[in-house]
């Protein structure tokens, strides 16, 4: 909430913004830019339609993030009661609040739909940038006052108000994920199409799954849905490779 | 739950709520709250579902400021806030004088009423949990 998600928005945004942009050394003239994994989307997007595909990806990407923050803005005011009809000027004070599920949820509909001719390579293209911002989210803690979970006597551990040390799980997840995000920039094997998307979305299930426990939860969190998540996530990448051996066979 | 059944909140001053959490044994959750609030509403569930979970080992106690008994009690009956203690300070005094301004406010007191942390604005899942967590913790 608050700054978490805009910053998630922006660095995400940003990430694609220079996966899209990079040249690597010694590319050929006809190569388009962009670098490993988060490359080989756009090779199949100019294979499938031409470069003018490719280059509305941005614009997609732009545009989900613009109306996920917008709805899930929307959705805030209306959880706490408030009419945006009735106080407009107060959708922009994001300080009051984002809905995440609305504001995720808003941005992959329009994403998908602005995608909907090539989405597994559009999805592979994104995937990076998305780890990148979700990062972002989590780093985001900072603003929250909200990084730390359950007691540690690791030499890392931080003093909370109390001063009781304890896990920064939130950078732990950040580190992760931005981890997994320049492994998926950088390696440079193609994958299938999809299978990148796939694995971005088991990637950061299980690393949120596997910081769950040293969270701190009212209720008893959401393991279940991560490990569901990392799950079908792992589900849809073998089912990837799967079909690229049946197509190449 | 029907208004009816919510009983009309005791009065507090600054000097009685003092004494509240100087004489209480547990720890301490002080939410401020106001029924004319947004971000309270959106707060209210996880204060309910927090005082269910922890509700035997430390006290809720909330302080609702500037308002009516009748929109007070309307409030609680709509989020199902009955399991909580509340108080009310149509003054506004109570926040200023524990060191805090504005609302939603949430104050963690140790036993003996000794400040631990206090949030200002909207609290978060994750922020009540670590304050919960600290205070369990300091209780021993």
Known sequence: MEFGLLAAAVIALASLRLTLGFQPGGAGRDEPPGIGAARSWKVRLAAAGGGQRAARLWDAALLSAVVGLAIGRLAAMIGAGTNPLGHAVDILIIR??????????????????????????????????????????????????????????????????????????EIYAAILLIAACVILIVVRRRPPN???????????????????????????????????????????????????????? | ????????????????????????????????????????????????????????????????????????????AEFGLEGIEHHFDPSGAI????????????FFFGPGGVLVSMHSGVIDERTLALGIDDLLRLAG
């Open chain 2, 1 to 76: 739950m029907a208004i009816e059944s919510v009983p009309i909140l005791p009065a507090a001053t600054p000097a009685t709520f003092r004494a509240l959490l100087t004489a209480s044994d547990r720890p301490v959750v002080v939410n401020v709250w106001a029924s004319w609030c947004g971000p309270c509403r959106s707060e209210a569930p996880l204060l309910r579902q927090a005082a269910a979970e922890w509700g035997d080992r430390v006290r809720f106690v909330g302080v609702d400021v500037r308002d009516t008994q009748d929109a007070a009690r309307a409030f609680i």
């Open chain 1, 194 to 249: 999809g299978a990148t998307a796939a694995l971005a979305f088991t990637t950061a299930a299980a690393i949120r799954l596997g910081t769950e426990p040293m969270r701190l939860t009212i209720g008893g969190g959401l393991t279940w849905w991560y490990l569901a998540g990392a799950g079908f996530g792992l589900a849809a990448v073998v089912m990837a490779w799967l079909r690229a051996r049946r197509v190449r066979a």
């Open chain 1, 96 to 169: 009051g609040g984002v809905d995440t599920v609305s504001a995720t949820v808003a941005a992959l509909v329009v994403f998908g739909l602005l995608s909907r001719r090539d989405l597994l390579a559009s999805a592979d293209a994104v995937a990076p940038g998305a780890l990148a911002g979700l990062a972002g989210w989590h780093g985001g803690c900072f603003t929250r006052g909200a990084c730390l979970g359950t007691p540690s006597d690791l030499p890392w551990a931080v003093g909370g108000p109390a001063g009781v040390a304890r896990h920064p799980v």
């Open chain 2, 95 to 106: 926040p200023g004088d524990l060191g805090g301004f504005g609302v939603p406010l949430t």
